[in-house]
């Protein structure tokens, strides 16, 4: 279940970088673009935080699955 959250904030960013490209290239404007991007580069930042193996070896959302499974056991 985390992995089709992770897939899909992954989809949100890059179709956010889409949509920035195409408003900026559209209108020429150049704050919502840019507002997106960084909307992007945050949502991508968050996924690599939670999946990235820390010091132990461990990711945290490695914790969030055996926690899970200890709770339904």
Do not use: C, H
Request: net charge negative; aromatic share 8%.
């Amino acid at each position: 279940m985390i992995d089709l959250v992770f897939s899909l904030v992954i989809l949100a960013a890059i179709f956010l970088l889409l949509g920035a490209y195409l408003y900026w290239r559209r209108t020429g404007e150049v704050k919502q673009p840019i507002l997106m991007v960084v909307l992007a580069i945050i949502a991508v930042g968050n996924v690599l935080i939670w999946t990235i193996p820390t010091s132990d070896g461990a990711a945290p959302v490695d914790l969030i699955e055996e926690t899970q499974t200890a709770k339904t056991q």
